[in-house]
């Protein structure tokens, strides 16, 4: 069997945030430049609104015209799991067939359902699950189920969830650094949201990814394949230093506070003054820490009123108030 890393594949939760790099401007499309980098993308659009089949055929053709193995997993829209709670009625039954056509087009094996906290496991609830899956199970997809909220960890819950995924091969879906799935079948699916306490607004440090492989490693080691979505507000950054990581690549120093900032103004041309940096910088944000992501207004805002020669002198004077 090849080594785990070979069988992992990390991407992210959609691709319409990804900046297109300076010199590919032009030349490929965002969809095109993400495909050239990562080897799957999580459809998260149609959890709010369902595509035209032609635009889901010309999504497939554009990155596989980059990457001939690039792979799409959908998520199913959230009327199915927040309006209709798994419920089969006959709404519910038509939009399934039309995520369905939505896989079809887009040639994906994954389609994920995200059901919020307030869906609890009640005996209602999960009798509907079950009629729910026993329903769609035959439609040569893989059904992967993200459930929200504390109460679906309780002891007397899990054999009951379980008894469900192992019927109808419905893969439990986690953030694999917080908690483990319940069973996950043929492959395992893990979607990272961050580990500050508000959800997505979180970047990944060195080692937390360096963690992060080691647990996958550890849970998943005996998987074919292993997909990993990152789910955060850098998620393309700290998919991409994954993706390193993997191939046996040094991961790059880690930058917060003052040197983050910095970053987010790199392309500043000086000299420069405070109500210009306020006024063309200032709604940018950067990581003063892992969890704590900030605009960059708030310490512009404390340095002193003057004009700024340089970046040096910039730095010296954001030292003094971050």
């Known amino acids: 069997m090849r080594s785990v890393s070979k069988r992992i594949k990390v991407g992210c939760c959609g691709w319409s945030y990804f900046r297109v790099p300076k010199e590919e401007k032009g030349k490929f499309s965002v969809l095109e430049a993400y495909a050239k980098r990562y080897p799957v993308v999580e459809v998260n659009s149609t959890f709010y609104k369902l595509p035209r089949t032609s635009t889901c055929e010309k999504w497939w053709k554009s990155a596989t015209s980059m990457n001939s193995a690039f792979e799409f997993a959908v998520k199913a829209h959230q009327d199915i799991t927040h309006t209709y709670g798994f419920e089969l009625k006959k709404e519910a039954i038509e939009l399934m067939e ?11 094996q994954i389609l994920l359902f995200q059901t919020p906290k307030s869906f609890q496991p009640t005996d209602e609830n999960l009798k509907r699950a079950k009629e729910f899956f026993a329903t769609f199970c035959e439609k040569r997809i893989t059904m992967v189920w993200e459930m929200r909220g504390e109460a679906w960890k309780g002891e007397s819950v899990i054999p009951e969830v379980e008894k469900i995924l192992r019927e109808y091969n419905v893969i439990h879906c986690t953030d694999i650094l917080v908690d483990e799935p319940i069973w996950t079948g043929s492959l395992a699916y893990t979607r990272l949201h961050g580990l500050g306490k508000r959800m997505y607004y979180y970047k990944y440090t060195n ?18 394949t292993i997909y990993v979505l990152f789910n955060n507000i850098d998620m393309y950054d700290d998919a991409m230093r994954f993706i390193s990581l993997l191939k046996g690549e040094k991961l790059p120093p880690e930058r917060w506070g003052v040197d983050a900032l910095l970053e987010r103004l790199s392309d500043v041309t000086f000299p420069i003054s405070k109500r210009e940096l306020l006024n063309n910088y200032g709604k940018r ?25 340089s970046l040096q002198e910039l730095k010296e004077a954001l030292e003094e108030v971050i």
């Open 285 to 309: 944000k950067f990581f003063k820490s892992p969890s704590e992501y900030v605009t960059v207004s708030t310490y512009l805002n404390k340095i002193p009123d003057r004009s700024y020669n």
């Open 98 to 108: 039309r995520i369905l056509e939505i896989c079809r087009s887009l040639h994906a």
């Open 207 to 224: 080692d937390d990814l360096i963690s992060l492989k080691e647990r996958i490693e550890e849970i998943f080691g005996n998987y074919n």
